[in-house]
């Protein structure tokens, strides 16, 4: 079944950096697009980055542009989310998920979470000012 794990979460000073990554099981991996959202308490859930399946297509939500970095490695089933200069309103529950169209329908990324259908248990992050 498929299975996407993240890892890399944790606490950091304001200014400081994490990568995330998410590891992706029982799916051919470079097939999908991929997304990292991330989920604030009392907040809805929102897109950061989303990436097309080939990573010649990128999105980034406009609080993260120039501070963020999404990746992937098709060769190690692995997505990542490198954060520098983290900011206290970066502070949620960072989770990736894998899109329902196949790379058959363009090398797109997607920015609802209506577009995924594979989520990952998630990881915190949390910046301290």
Do not use: H
């Amino acid at each position: 079944q498929v299975q996407l794990v993240e890892s890399g979460g944790g606490l950091v000073r304001s200014g400081g950096s994490l990568r995330l990554s998410c590891a992706a099981s029982g799916f051919t991996f470079s097939w999908y697009g991929m997304g990292w959202f991330r989920q604030a308490p009392g907040k809805e859930r929102e897109i950061v980055a989303a990436i097309s399946w080939s990573g010649g297509n990128i999105l980034y939500t406009e609080s993260v542009k120039g501070r963020f970095t999404v990746a992937r490695d098709n060769a190690k089933n692995t997505v990542y989310l490198q954060m520098n200069n983290l900011k206290p309103e970066d502070t949620a529950v960072y989770s990736c998920a894998r899109t329902k169209l196949t790379a058959i329908s363009g090398d797109t990324y997607y920015t609802r979470a209506d577009d995924y259908t594979d989520w990952g248990q998630g990881t915190q992050v949390t910046v301290s000012s």
